[in-house]
């Protein structure tokens, strides 16, 4: 018997997508650096489906059906080369090599260049949705041919998570590294809501008064509503754990400095490079590294600040009603910032990427999975030509009606002394996009004052520089 497909690089992704693709029905052969783990897999999970054992790349290459589809869940960087560089040269046109890491989308492009020049197609593809969503349905964001996804695209719908209306989380999203590209801008997404989801918690316990149990059934309540996701879903049952050595609220005994693998800051280095502002994620991002800072947390701990003051009890229920529309109108400007940079980037490598369809294979599978994403995919769909999220009809009209809460949100935690950069600088975002006149002007005046950098008007086409240092006429420039 041949595979239809082989995975190698057996750690837990690796794995679980291997077992994914075997109880759906594939021949999978299964390959790991380290033969023990190929045995062990086979031992373990055998009787989920059809395993081919492979000890070494030949025998794994040999097991393939042609033309050979070949999964990599190896680190992403060097070790994802190593492997590249092991396997292609037993390879032949036609034949295809998936990288399922969170690869860099620069690096996906070269490797996607290299290898087409001996007809091998490189499919860089996002997969998201952790060890459980290898195993029982990932969100799936492909780049590579169009050819290897006419191959490949029937399995992977085969294996993809399934949104409410039965629809795989899964769409060829463009040419080389498109899969990659917004498989990078999903955790920034991610990087971002969970920043909002924790500053929604730190208000509702420092301005609200509310103990973690309670702050549980806040979020469980949420859940069932506008803000229904996963990541709101995990937070209720984080927050409702309490650690077993000391009984105290589990999220009390965690040391409170936020780790990141890069794919976050990667967003928030290639939207500069792109010149969007992605604040919202950015914020994420900062705040993460400040955390860290251990020395630099305790060099300040005595500066001075107001001390909060917990709302009264019969407060505390409209205060987290207030705490909900901040939360849902700062996610509306994370999404917003994120499809922005994803259009953009389409836009500088050509890609063509369908932001309705990005939206639509986020809506199961992955981490950020949320019924707020079927309002996303429609809007899209309703106007794929839509310049910003904020300026679709429903969500403009939403995001209004929220706006004197989000802002009495960011008072409060500016006055109470409560960080909440995320939701400070989505309302920023939304007030300067949504300015008639911004301080721009005066920026480029004094530009063209120490600078000579030139400046144009609002009344008359050019570019003009006035003679700051002389009788100051105006000149064209
Ligand atoms: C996913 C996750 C996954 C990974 C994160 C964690 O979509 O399944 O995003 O890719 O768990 O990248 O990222 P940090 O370690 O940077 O928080």
């Not at 001390?307 to 700062?330: C, G, I, W």
């Not at 002007?441 to 120490?450: G, P, V």
């Amino acid at each position: 018997t041949t595979a239809q497909i082989g995975v190698t690089g057996l750690a837990v992704m690796g794995r679980n997508l291997a077992r994914n693709f075997a109880r759906n029905g594939y021949t999978v052969a299964v390959h790991n650096r380290t033969a023990a783990r190929t045995r062990a897999l086979v031992e373990e999970f055998g009787d989920e489906g059809d395993f081919i054992a492979a000890e070494t790349a030949r025998d794994f290459v040999a097991a393939l059906e042609r033309p050979r589809r070949l999964v990599v869940m190896v680190k992403a960087g060097e070790p994802t080369d190593a492997v590249i560089a092991e396997f292609a040269p037993l390879l032949e046109p036609g034949d295809m090599i998936v990288d399922g890491g969170n690869a860099h989308f620069a690096d996906t492009r070269r490797r996607e260049r290299e290898l087409r020049e001996s007809g091998i197609h490189f499919v860089g593809t996002g997969v998201s949705g952790g060890e459980e969503g290898a195993l029982h349905g990932p969100s799936i964001m492909p780049g590579g041919s169009e050819e290897s996804y006419a191959s490949l695209g029937p399995m992977l719908e085969r294996i993809a998570g399934k949104a409410a209306d039965g629809t795989p989380c899964v769409t060829h999203l463009g040419p080389d590294g498109a899969g990659h590209f917004v498989k990078m801008v999903h955790n920034g997404i991610e990087y971002a809501d969970m920043q909002l989801i924790g500053e929604a918690y730190h208000l509702l316990r420092e301005v609200g008064g509310l103990t973690p149990a309670r702050i549980a059934d806040v979020f469980r309540r949420w859940n069932t509503g506008r803000l229904d996701s996963y990541l709101i879903e995990i937070t209720a049952q984080v927050l409702s754990h309490v650690d077993a050595a000391t009984g105290e609220p589990f999220v009390d005994v965690v040391l409170d400095r936020a780790e990141q693998k890069g794919t976050g800051r990667w967003t928030v280095q290639i939207a500069l490079d792109l010149g969007v502002p992605v604040s919202g994620i950015a914020e994420a991002v900062f705040a993460r590294s400040l955390s860290g800072h251990a020395d630099l947390r305790a060099a300040s701990r005595g500066l001075a600040g107001p001390t909060p003051r917990p709302l009264p009890e019969a407060e505390a229920d409209a205060f987290a009603d207030r705490v909900e529309q901040a939360l849902y109108a700062s996610k509306i400007v994370s999404y917003t910032q994120g499809f922005h940079q994803i259009a953009a980037a389409s836009a500088e490598y050509g890609w063509g990427v369908d932001a309705a369809e990005v939206a639509r294979i986020w809506r199961a599978g992955c981490i950020i999975r949320a019924a707020f994403l079927d309002r996303i995919t429609a809007a899209y769909e309703a106007d794929p030509g839509l310049v910003s999220l904020l300026s679709d009809a429903e969500f403009a009209r939403e995001i209004g009606r929220a706006q004197d809460d989000w802002r009495a949100v960011v008072s409060a935690a500016v006055a109470q002394g409560v960080p909440a950069p995320g939701f400070a600088a989505a309302l920023a975002y939304y007030d300067g996009v949504r300015a008639e006149r911004l301080p721009a002007a005066l920026t480029q005046a004094q530009r063209d004052y120490f600078g000579a950098h030139t400046y144009r008007r609002t009344d008359r086409e050019g570019a003009f520089h006035t003679l700051w240092g002389g009788d100051r006429s105006e000149v064209d420039a």
